[in-house]
């Protein structure tokens, strides 16, 4: 499976891109207009518009012809997704986010039904945590197995813990 993120001008040639493109494809997850944090002066307003539509999707066969042309590469992602850091002050990451804040932010990637099927098939502890923990550990077993098995870097999971910490219910 294909995990990748594509940057395009406007949310109009993203819908073009997109016409067309049968149900199993993938998974996209049109994120639309994303925004850089609060600068410290101005904590209480909206940080400043990142240019372009940004999409992340997971394709099951291959890419959708459309969508090559804006693909990028994992290091022009936004922080949460491929843990590039930012210019700004950078928020403390936190120790551990709840079962759903975890969840959440894996399905707004794209990597829920994946992280569940492998934690599935693993079993065992594995399983019990996944399913009955109330809270997910940043630096716990099961975050650390979720790590090696879908390469992610110490810098991404960081992003995303950060990310998932924001999410409410």
Do not use: C, K
């Not at 090559?68 to 990451?93: I, T």
């Not at 707004?108 to 996944?130: C, H, K, M, Y």
């Amino acid at each position: 499976m294909l995990h990748a993120y594509y940057l395009f001008d406007d949310e109009a040639s993203f819908l073009e891109a997109a016409s067309g493109i049968p149900l199993a494809a993938g998974h996209l997850t049109a994120i639309g207009v994303l925004r850089e944090p609060p600068l410290p002066e101005a904590p209480d307003s909206p940080g400043a518009a990142i240019p372009g539509y940004h999409v992340l999707a997971a394709w099951t066969d291959a890419e959708a012809p459309g969508f090559a042309a804006a693909r990028r590469s994992p290091s022009e992602a936004p922080v949460w997704f491929a843990g590039v850091p930012r210019e700004g002050p950078r928020m403390a990451v936190p120790d551990s986010v709840t079962n759903f804040q975890a969840r959440a932010m894996l399905l707004r990637i794209g990597l829920l039904d994946e992280v569940t099927a492998a934690i599935s098939a693993a079993g065992g502890e594995a399983w019990q945590a996944w399913e009955y923990a109330n809270v997910v550990s940043r630096h716990g077993a099961l975050t650390t197995a979720i790590a090696a098995r879908f390469d992610l870097t110490e810098e991404q999971i960081d992003a995303l813990f950060l990310e998932a910490s924001e999410i409410a219910a």
